[in-house]
C-alpha cells in the first residue's frame, strides 16, 4: 500500500473501529511486491510499533489510535505449500538473517517467518532447485535453453502438464527469452504475448513465405521457413 493510499484508508478504519466494527488488515510484509507502484512495507510492519510513521498531524492521530485497538495474530500454518517446500522456507529466511547485513528495519520484515506444515500436508511432496547464473554472460542464455530443455523432459514424461507450470521473472523481456524458447520446442505458452499476432511461429512462417516469393534473395527469410520446417519434422 502506497503512503497515499493508506491517507485514505485511515479515516474510513478510524471511524469504523470509532463505531464499534471489527476491522481486519491481512498481509505478509515478504510478499510486498508493490514498490513499482510506491508500496511502502514499513507501513504495514510498523503498525505493531508504538510509534507513527508520520511526525504529526492529523494522520499521526489516526495512525496512533488505529494502533491502539491493533491486536496481532500471526498465522503459523502453511496450507498452501508441500513439506520440502516450508522447510525450504524457514531454512532461508533463517539463513537470511543470520548471514546478511540487512538492516533493523528490514529484519522485521522476516520476523516470525518460521512456519508449520499442517497435518494434512504432512506427507506432501515437494522440490526445490537454486541455480545461480551470471545475467552479464552467455551462460544466462544457456540456463534459458537449459530450462526449456527441463520443462520438455517432464511433459514428454508426463510427470507435469503444462498448465502446471509456471514461469516468473522480473523483467518483461526476460519472460518473452523464456516463451521464445519453450515455443521452439512446440511448447505453447499463455501470457500477455500470446494476443500479438507476430510472435506466432505460424504467422511467422507465413510471412517469411510471402517475403521469400517477392524477393528471393531475402536469406532471413529463407532461413526462417527452413527453421520452421525442420521444426515440424
Not at 178 to 201: C, M
Amino acid at each position: 500500500t502506497s503512503r497515499l493510499q493508506w491517507n485514505n484508508l485511515m479515516p474510513l478504519i478510524e471511524n469504523s473501529l470509532a463505531a464499534g466494527n471489527f476491522n481486519m488488515l491481512v498481509g505478509d510484509a515478504k510478499q510486498s511486491i508493490y514498490r513499482w507502484r510506491d508500496g511502502d512495507v514499513a507501513q504495514f510492519v510498523n503498525l505493531q510499533d508504538q510509534t507513527s510513521i508520520y511526525s504529526q498531524g492529523l494522520s499521526a492521530e489516526r495512525e496512533m489510535y488505529i494502533k491502539q485497538h491493533l491486536n496481532i495474530e500471526n498465522l503459523n500454518e502453511n496450507h498452501r505449500s508441500g513439506k520440502e517446500i516450508t522447510q525450504f522456507n524457514n531454512r532461508f529466511f533463517e539463513y537470511l538473517l543470520n548471514n546478511s547485513s540487512f538492516s533493523e528495519a528490514t529484519k522485521l520484515v522476516y520476523n516470525q517467518h518460521q512456519q508449520e506444515v499442517p497435518k494434512h500436508l504432512a506427507e506432501s511432496d515437494g522440490y526445490v532447485q537454486i541455480q545461480l547464473v551470471d545475467k552479464a554472460s552467455e551462460a544466462d542464455k544457456a540456463h534459458i535453453e537449459e530450462m526449456a530443455d527441463d520443462i520438455a523432459r517432464l511433459i514428454s514424461k508426463q510427470l507435469y502438464h503444462p498448465k502446471d507450470i509456471c514461469i516468473l521473472g522480473r523483467r518483461h523481456q526476460e519472460l518473452s527469452t523464456y516463451a521464445e524458447a519453450l515455443n521452439r520446442r512446440d511448447i505453447s505458452v499463455v501470457s500477455s504475448d500470446v494476443a500479438e499476432v507476430s510472435k506466432s511461429n505460424n504467422v511467422q512462417f507465413i510471412i517469411a513465405f510471402f517475403r521469400w516469393l517477392q524477393l528471393h534473395i531475402d536469406q532471413g527469410a529463407l532461413f526462417h521457413l527452413l527453421q520452421f520446417i525442420q521444426a515440424k519434422d
